[in-house]
């Protein structure tokens, strides 16, 4: 059985730092692209950073890019997002999810507050 379980969400003042983990269950990640996407209170999914398959290469929604970084552990079978510079409008429930734009199976999420 397919199963994501987050964890790391908080609550950060602004300007902060966290790290978010994801470990998975029952498949490999690094046979995955693998997304983080992220919902506000009140909004659509929104889809924050990818990591590809094999080589492992990143790429990251313009919201985020520079403050925030995916990474994938192998040998833990974990996916990382280290956020940095937070913002209030970071406020969200972050999840991992399977694909390329986190259009497949995720996990139940971890939320982070951003306080201002």
């Known amino acids: 059985e397919v199963q994501l379980v987050e964890s790391g969400g908080d609550l950060v003042q602004s300007g902060g730092s966290l790290r978010l983990s994801c470990v998975a269950f029952g498949f490999t990640l690094s046979n995955y692209d693998m997304s983080w996407v992220r919902q506000a209170p009140g909004k659509g999914r929104e889809w924050v950073s990818g990591?590809?398959?094999?080589?492992?290469?990143?790429n990251y929604a313009d919201s985020v890019k520079g403050r925030f970084t995916m990474s994938r552990d192998n040998t833990k079978n974990t996916l990382y997002l280290q956020m940095k510079s937070l913002k209030p409008e970071d406020t969200a429930v972050y999840y991992c999810?399977?694909?390329?734009?986190?259009?497949?199976?995720r996990g139940p999420g971890t939320h982070v507050t951003v306080s201002s």
């Open positions: 999810a399977i694909g390329s734009r986190g259009q497949g199976s």
């Open positions: 990591i590809n398959v094999g080589g492992g290469g990143t």
